[in-house]
């Protein structure tokens, strides 16, 4: 029976999902359940919500009994919002919603909906009450607030300053620029910015992202395939690029010395941290390489984080022969050096929502050597705090 005189009016309004472990354990005849030590039962007509339950992993139960008990109330949570939420969410979303691992409920009892949310409110929506958000339109909506990287005409007027002399410290050379490569007034408009900082990394700073790379692991380099309900995207194995990369999160993201590689790619664009994407940081063996593509998404409009805008590319390493960064409709090759930086635009200034034609490229493949490199890609708005969403 319930413990408090209150328990009635409380699960009338609403208490018994807004304040479940509380619930359970003071109101469980009010909040319909019956309690035998840790076993819940429910007196369901319409069992569809016990089923999508056991449609789940099972889920892993400490050995500890503190920890025990912790993932048992999550549990418990669970088929409560199961049976008073999401069997009222609508079939599809009924039978789409599923923990998806066994350490879920485990994982929810030590905080991970909240300080891991990318990961969690995807794989553990049962035990993150998160079923709603598996709709991207839910979890990611577009924000007509959201600030941009640049407003029309402000990425023009970043590559001028660096054209004007404004970070000589790093030893900018201008490869291509809108005027004054052609012999067509017509289209010299429409040549893009290309610039190298040949004195961009550090030795030091090279060798932190490579040692970080090492230690993170190399993984083949994917593709982004077919869009999944959920909003995120398979990834594919591509023959065009066969290279392997790790991506610069968590400890790698957070050291001082990585911090200050990204201070350096503000000074330079003038764009916040915030719009970049994690390092990814590259590693091309002989022979290896990266076929003819683009750096812009398409589908990326459709996110809260826009498409990406520039592409920052870093030099690691010296190559002894090829792996250079190739432009073919410009007819220019970049070479690697280590420690110099290229710069590029992935749109034209104002034309946010689509691709510059100019700026199709190629890693060209590695002939005698090793290469390091590392991408930092911009973002026309905020893309960590979409990302942490699973939103990118």
Known sequence: GDEKPECYDWAKEGECTENTDYMIQYCPKSCNI????????????????????????????????????????IIQG???????????????????????????????SNGECMDNP?????????????????????????????????????????????????????NPNILFRPIGNHENDDEKDEFPWIITF????????????????????????????????????????DEERTSVNSWCEDNCHNDPRVQSIYRKI???????????????????????????HHDYMSYQTRKPCGPRILTFFMYLS???????????????????????????PNVADGQWDEAHWWTDHEALPVERGLKYAANAWIHLYNFKEPHRNGCS
């Open 118 to 170: 990318d990961f969690m409110l995807l794989q553990c929506p049962q035990s993150c009450r998160s079923c709603e958000k598996l709709d991207a339109s839910v979890r990611c909506p577009i924000k007509e607030t959201a600030t941009p990287a640049y407003e029309n005409g402000e990425m023009n007027a970043m590559f001028q300053q660096i054209a004007n002399g404004k970070l000589n410290k790093y």
């Open 198 to 237: 040949d004195d961009f990394l550090t030795e030091e700073e090279c060798e932190i992202l490579i040692a970080h790379g090492n230690e993170i692991g190399y993984e083949r380099s994917l593709n982004a395939e077919e869009e999944l309900a959920d909003g995120t995207f398979s990834d594919g194995v």
């Open 34 to 73: 019956c309690r035998d030590g840790y076993v819940i039962k429910f007196p369901w007509i319409d069992m569809e919500g016990y089923s999508l339950f056991r449609k789940s992993e099972i889920q892993y139960l400490p050995a500890m009994t503190k920890e025990r008990e912790k993932v048992r109330k």
């Open 266 to 292: 503000e000074e330079i664009t003038g764009v916040s941290e915030a719009h970049f994407e994690h390092l990814q940081i590259l590693r091309y063996e002989e022979g290896q390489f990266y076929g003819e």
């Open 78 to 108: 669970t088929v409560l919002y199961l049976s008073e939420i999401v069997r009222f969410l609508g079939p599809e979303k009924l039978y789409s919603c599923l923990d998806l691992k066994e350490e879920c409920a485990y994982w929810a």
């Open 318 to 344: 010296d190559v002894e022969l090829g792996g250079g960064t190739n432009f073919p409709t410009l007819e220019l090759e970049v070479k690697p050096k280590r420690g110099k930086a290229l710069l590029w």
